[in-house]
């Protein structure tokens, strides 16, 4: 009988790391009714705090990519962790606006945004050379799966035990798990006397020195090329429309409209369940249709299902808001594969820092429309312009989608690339 590749097992352990961090990513939503509530700040100044978070979760991809391959990916996930858990646990003595920033915008996000969904890219990268866009899709996943899991409970807990529990339960989450990541991630196959699966030889990696410098350098070369900004620009709208909009904004919204925020909270765990579901199978997809296509579908549909939300929010859960639920569930970080295999593509061995890049683009998208809708929301009392903003924003990703080149074909499309 063939004995299971260890690739598979360090991928398992990669999942549980994501979903530990994923926990205070899920967080946001339901608790900002709860802060409100209680200290009597604004949507708008809660929303900030989101924001910073957002922002750095993004920033530091690029170099937590070129941090892994300085240190290891063992050592910056598990540093990475930690850092979400005190981020996390700390903020249950915070009695400022600026402490909540602090702590759940700026540590929390570094240690967030040091794993991301770079860490994914680079584990693929190392230890997949069979079934890469199935492992990637399912890694990615695993934030849906996060979301999943604790959105529920930490909802419940906020309203039955109060938001401070809530916090607790997700450093404790995140805490749990770096013991998992010490003792059986591993940075490379190499490193135990292993290829990586479907690969026929071992690969020779030295570790890079000045992982700052080399982050920089790839985006400068990067940015020379016209298809890293429609890379980069459709991304930031993907992390706008999601995590920005709907991750953060979703519970209030429906709350506003009448309905218990628990129930709003389920209604955001299902689209987990459908997010794991559409990003394994876009997975799958990456490795048989070309990514770019499938970038147009995501964001076109995406962007027409935003348009018509508006007018689905009640009190009670209708079968048309289930239906956006589903639909926005299946699409919600489907366009995760593709680009990274673009990026892979176009960029060669800098495409797990270039995806870093292109990640951080779309933190800054997340960050600028989470203040924005909270704004807007404060000023217009509700959330109407937001979410039209946003329909229209995915149907111009979708379009820049289609102009993106994976290949040089000849000179002329090599000045073009560069020019």
């Given at each position: 009988?063939?004995?299971?590749?260890?690739?598979?097992?360090?991928?398992?352990?990669?999942?549980?790391?994501?979903?530990?961090?994923?926990?205070?990513?899920?967080?946001?939503?339901?608790?900002?009714?709860?802060?409100?509530?209680?200290?009597?700040?604004?949507?708008?100044?809660?929303?900030?705090?989101?924001?910073?978070?957002?922002?750095?979760?993004?920033?530091?991809?690029?170099?937590?990519?070129?941090?892994?391959?300085?240190?290891?990916?063992?050592?910056?996930?598990?540093?990475?962790?930690?850092?979400?858990?005190?981020?996390?646990?700390?903020?249950?003595?915070?009695?400022?606006?600026?402490?909540?920033?602090?702590?759940?915008?700026?540590?929390?996000?570094?240690?967030?945004?040091?794993?991301?969904?770079?860490?994914?890219?680079?584990?693929?990268?190392?230890?997949?050379?069979?079934?890469?866009?199935?492992?990637?899709?399912?890694?990615?996943?695993?934030?849906?799966?996060?979301?999943?899991?604790?959105?529920?409970?930490?909802?419940?807990?906020?309203?039955?035990?109060?938001?401070?529990?809530?916090?607790?339960?997700?450093?404790?989450?995140?805490?749990?798990?770096?013991?998992?990541?010490?003792?059986?991630?591993?940075?490379?196959?190499?490193?135990?006397?292993?290829?990586?699966?479907?690969?026929?030889?071992?690969?020779?990696?030295?570790?890079?020195?000045?992982?700052?410098?080399?982050?920089?350098?790839?985006?400068?070369?990067?940015?020379?090329?016209?298809?890293?900004?429609?890379?980069?620009?459709?991304?930031?709208?993907?992390?706008?429309?999601?995590?920005?909009?709907?991750?953060?904004?979703?519970?209030?919204?429906?709350?506003?409209?009448?309905?218990?925020?628990?129930?709003?909270?389920?209604?955001?765990?299902?689209?987990?369940?459908?997010?794991?579901a559409g990003t394994v199978f876009s997975g799958w997809l990456s490795d048989r249709v070309d990514p770019r296509l499938l970038l147009v579908v995501y964001y076109g549909l995406r962007g027409l299902s935003l348009l018509v939300l508006p007018?689905?929010?009640?009190?009670?859960?209708?079968?048309?808001?289930?239906?956006?639920?589903?639909?926005?569930?299946?699409?919600?970080?489907?366009?995760?594969?593709?680009?990274?295999?673009?990026?892979?593509?176009?960029?060669?061995?800098?495409?797990?820092?270039?995806?870093?890049?292109?990640?951080?683009?779309?933190?800054?998208?997340?960050?600028?429309?989470?203040?924005?809708?909270?704004?807007?929301?404060?000023?217009?009392?509700?959330?109407?312009?937001?979410?039209?903003?946003?329909?229209?924003?995915?149907?111009?990703?979708?379009?820049?989608?289609?102009?993106?080149?994976?290949?040089?074909?000849?000179?002329?499309?090599?000045?073009?690339?560069?020019?």
């Amino acid at each position: 009988m063939k004995s299971l590749h260890r690739a598979w097992i360090v991928a398992a352990v990669a999942f549980v790391a994501i979903i530990g961090a994923a926990g205070f990513r899920a967080t946001p939503g339901v608790l900002i009714t709860p802060l409100e509530d209680e200290f009597g700040w604004t949507r708008g100044t809660i929303s900030l705090a989101v924001s910073v978070n957002l922002m750095l979760y993004g920033l530091c991809a690029p170099f937590a990519a070129a941090l892994m391959d300085r240190f290891g990916m063992r050592r910056v996930v598990a540093c990475a962790l930690l850092l979400v858990a005190v981020g996390s646990g700390l903020t249950v003595f915070m009695t400022a606006s600026w402490q909540l920033v602090a702590l759940w915008g700026v540590l929390v996000g570094l240690g967030t945004g040091s794993m991301a969904l770079v860490f994914a890219a680079t584990l693929t990268d190392r230890w997949f050379v069979r079934h890469r866009g199935l492992v990637t899709g399912v890694l990615t996943a695993g934030g849906a799966t996060g979301q999943l899991i604790f959105l529920p409970v930490l909802a419940h807990l906020a309203e039955m035990q109060g938001w401070r529990w809530a916090s607790v339960t997700v450093a404790g989450a995140a805490l749990a798990v770096v013991p998992l990541v010490w003792f059986l991630l591993r940075d490379t196959p190499e490193e135990i006397g292993l290829t990586a699966l479907g690969a026929t030889e071992p690969v020779v990696r030295t570790p890079a020195k000045g992982a700052a410098a080399r982050a920089v350098r790839v985006l400068r070369d990067a940015a020379r090329t016209r298809h890293f900004w429609y890379l980069a620009v459709g991304f930031a709208i993907c992390g706008a429309s999601t995590n920005g909009l709907v991750g953060t904004h979703f519970i209030p919204a429906a709350h506003d409209h009448g309905m218990p925020e628990t129930v709003a909270a389920s209604l955001l765990a299902v689209i987990g369940v459908f997010d794991i579901a559409g990003t394994v199978f876009s997975g799958w997809l990456s490795d048989r249709v070309d990514p770019r296509l499938l970038l147009v579908v995501y964001y076109g549909l995406r962007g027409l299902s935003l348009l018509v939300l508006p007018q689905l929010f009640a009190a009670t859960t209708e079968p048309s808001m289930l239906v956006f639920i589903v639909f926005y569930g299946l699409d919600w970080v489907a366009t995760v594969p593709p680009t990274v295999a673009l990026c892979r593509r176009i960029f060669g061995a800098d495409g797990a820092v270039v995806f870093g890049w292109v990640f951080a683009s779309h933190q800054v998208g997340a960050a600028v429309v989470a203040t924005v809708a909270g704004v807007t929301r404060d000023h217009l009392g509700n959330y109407d312009l937001a979410w039209y903003g946003a329909g229209v924003l995915c149907l111009f990703a979708a379009l820049m989608s289609s102009r993106i080149v994976t290949r040089v074909r000849d000179r002329r499309e090599a000045a073009i690339l560069v020019g």
